[in-house]
């Protein structure tokens, strides 16, 4: 279905890509330039979702993070793959590698939605 494009999808979407990483609904409310309210902003977070242009990641303490996924193509989220929280300076990224894992025999993994908690390398040099 053909959704209207809006100055606030528009402006949503614009503030993910430029972040380059994953963000709550409320650090977006905090730095969107246009007024927009936090209903209307998980609207079109859930609507991305639906249509693929996003992803969200919920982490360990149910916070919920949306993110363009830099490995996707064309802002399509197309894989499965792991994220990483830093518990440092907060920040919640997709993981550029792969990591690998293993689960018992007679067990097929159909979803993946992981979240690994530490200090960034960025956090973690200092």
Do not use: W
Not at 9 to 14: G, Q
Not at 52 to 71: L, N, P, R, S, T
Not at 84 to 89: E, G, K, T
Request: hydrophobic share 35%; net charge positive; with cysteine.
């Amino acid at each position: 279905m053909k959704r209207r494009n809006t100055r606030s999808k528009e402006a949503v979407l614009e503030l993910l890509v430029k972040a380059g990483k994953a963000m709550s609904r409320d650090a977006i409310e905090e730095k969107i330039d246009v007024p927009i309210d936090r209903a209307t902003i998980y609207r079109i977070l859930n609507r991305f979702c639906e249509d693929g242009v996003v992803h969200k990641i919920v982490a360990e303490d149910g916070k919920q993070y949306f993110a363009v996924c830099m490995k996707c193509d064309e802002h399509r989220f197309t894989d499965n793959h792991f994220h990483f929280r830093c518990v440092n300076c907060q920040t919640v990224e997709c993981l550029p590698e792969a990591v690998h894992f293993s689960v018992p025999n007679g067990y097929h993994v159909e979803n993946v939605n992981c979240i690994l908690t530490g200090l960034c390398k960025h956090c973690s040099v200092k």
